[in-house]
């Protein structure tokens, strides 16, 4: 009911860039990559090694998905070879990096639990810990843009 009011009210935008003022400096796939691995290097250094780390803009949230971990396994003669990548949307280019953290850690838990279940959640609010507040933000911020169709943050803000 507060972020319909704050919508009504045309406070949504303002209430968002008070709270994160700022979008990321993460802008290529090289970057990004980086990132990750950083993160992945902090929570989970058992956990398979990722072939591929890209911002993809073929992902959009009108197909539900915000970014995407695969498994691909390859046979190479007597070889099994799994290759792992995770896919952000690239819209995450150009927002707050809390935002950025959020869906990196979503997909990283996915190396280890494949369904969002409880484990799953835990494993999210262990690599952050304001886990929940930051889904449900940029969930507020992805209704603010299907009304406003502006996004709020740029490379140069």
């Given at each position: 009911?507060?972020v319909?009011?704050?919508?009504?009210?045309?406070?949504?935008?303002?209430?968002?860039?008070?709270?994160?003022?700022?979008?990321?400096?993460?802008?290529?796939?090289?970057?990004?990559?980086?990132?990750?691995?950083?993160?992945?290097?902090?929570?989970?250094?058992?956990?398979?090694?990722?072939?591929?780390?890209?911002?993809?803009?073929?992902?959009?949230?009108?197909?539900?998905?915000?970014?995407?971990?695969t498994?691909?396994?390859?046979?190479?003669?007597?070889?099994?070879?799994?290759?792992?990548?995770?896919?952000?949307?690239?819209?995450?280019?150009?927002?707050?990096?809390?935002?950025?953290?959020?869906?990196?850690?979503?997909?990283?838990a996915?190396?280890?639990?494949?369904?969002h279940?409880k484990?799953?959640?835990?494993?999210?609010?262990?690599?952050?810990?304001?886990?929940?507040?930051?889904?449900?933000?940029?969930?507020?911020?992805?209704?603010?843009?299907?009304?406003?169709?502006?996004?709020?943050?740029?490379?140069?803000?």
């Amino acid at each position: 009911m507060q972020v319909r009011e704050l919508l009504e009210k045309g406070l949504l935008a303002e209430t968002l860039l008070q709270k994160y003022p700022h979008s990321h400096s993460v802008r290529t796939d090289k970057a990004l990559y980086g990132y990750v691995a950083a993160l992945k290097g902090m929570y989970l250094r058992n956990a398979a090694q990722l072939s591929k780390v890209v911002f993809d803009n073929k992902l959009h949230i009108t197909h539900q998905a915000l970014g995407t971990h695969t498994r691909k396994s390859l046979v190479r003669g007597a070889k099994l070879k799994v290759k792992r990548e995770i896919r952000v949307a690239s819209m995450f280019q150009e927002m707050p990096p809390e935002f950025l953290r959020m869906i990196v850690v979503h997909e990283l838990a996915h190396i280890k639990e494949g369904e969002h279940n409880k484990a799953f959640y835990q494993l999210c609010r262990h690599m952050e810990p304001d886990y929940y507040q930051l889904e449900f933000d940029v969930r507020v911020y992805l209704t603010y843009l299907e009304t406003a169709g502006q996004p709020l943050w740029s490379p140069s803000v």
